[in-house]
C-alpha cells in the first residue's frame, strides 16, 4: 500500500529539550493510524508537523512524497485537515462554522451537503445556534463536520472524544470509521484510550518520550506485542 507520509530522521526540540525523535514512520494512505501514549510522548507535535503547523528541526517529511516546507504547494496542505481537542469554533452559528473550511479553500459551499453533514453529526436542531454556546461534546461534532465537508485527505485527531459522554463519543467513533471506510480517508488518531485504539485502528503505535516504541496491526500490537514497555502500556500499566 502507497504511503500518504513518510518520516525518516525526524527530530523536533523545544529550549534544548528534544521532543520528537523518530528514525522511520510510514503512514498509509486509507489506513486509521492510532497514537497512544501517556501525556507529554510527543503524540500532538507529530500532530503539528503532519499538519504543516511546525516543521522538523532536523530530518525529514514527506506528504505525497513533497517534502513537508513552507514552500510546500497550498493545494497540498489544504488536503490535511486537524480537529483538536478543545477546537475553537468562530462567532456565529453551528452551520457557519461548519462552512467555514469551505469558504477560506475557495470552495462554492453545497447547501445540500452541508446540512447533510450536519444532519449526520447529530446537528440539525442546533444548525442556528450560537456556536460558542454549545456543548463539549456539540462543539466536538461541529468541528469534526467542519473537517469532513472540506473532503481531506489526511485527518489529524488529537483526543477527539477525550471528556466526552459515551453517546458524543459513539457518534463520533462510528463516523470517524465512515469517512474511512467510504471515503477511503487516511485518519492519525491521538488518543489516551486505547479501548478506542482496539475498537477504530488498522494499525496502533506507542510512542515515549518522543520515539516510537512499537507499531503494528491493532491485533498483534494489543495480543503480541513485541516490547515488554508495549505489553505494561496495553494493560494499564505506568510507563515513562
Do not use: C, W
Amino acid at each position: 500500500m502507497a504511503s500518504i507520509y513518510r518520516l525518516q530522521h525526524v527530530k523536533k526540540t523545544y529550549e534544548d529539550r528534544t521532543v520528537l525523535d523518530i528514525e522511520h514512520l510510514e503512514i498509509e494512505e486509507g489506513e486509521i493510524l492510532a497514537l497512544v501514549g501517556p501525556s507529554g510522548a510527543g503524540k500532538s507535535t507529530l500532530l503539528r508537523l503532519l499538519n504543516f503547523l511546525e516543521y522538523a528541526d532536523s530530518g525529514e517529511v514527506y506528504y505525497k512524497d513533497q517534502l513537508a516546507a513552507p514552500q510546500l504547494a497550498m493545494n497540498l496542505r489544504r488536503q490535511v485537515t486537524t480537529v483538536f481537542q478543545r477546537p475553537a469554533l468562530l462567532q456565529g452559528s453551528t452551520e457557519d462554522n461548519v462552512v467555514y473550511g469551505l469558504r477560506i479553500r475557495g470552495k462554492q459551499d453545497s447547501k445540500a451537503e452541508v446540512r447533510e453533514v450536519i444532519a449526520r453529526m447529530g446537528l440539525e436542531k442546533l444548525r442556528r445556534a450560537r456556536a460558542r454556546t454549545l456543548s463539549g461534546g456539540e462543539a466536538q461534532r461541529v468541528a469534526l463536520a467542519r473537517a469532513m465537508v472540506v473532503h481531506p485527505a489526511a485527518l489529524l485527531l488529537d483526543e477527539p472524544t477525550a471528556n466526552l459522554d459515551p453517546y458524543n463519543i459513539g457518534l463520533i467513533e462510528e463516523v470517524v470509521r465512515e469517512i474511512n471506510e467510504r471515503r477511503k480517508t487516511t485518519i492519525v488518531l491521538v488518543t489516551h484510550n486505547v479501548f478506542q485504539a482496539r475498537r477504530l485502528a488498522h494499525r496502533t503505535g506507542l510512542m515515549l518520550s518522543g520515539q516510537i516504541i512499537e507499531i503494528g496491526r491493532t491485533q498483534e500490537f494489543f495480543e503480541r506485542p513485541r516490547d515488554p514497555r508495549t505489553r505494561a502500556f496495553a494493560q494499564g500499566e505506568m510507563v515513562y
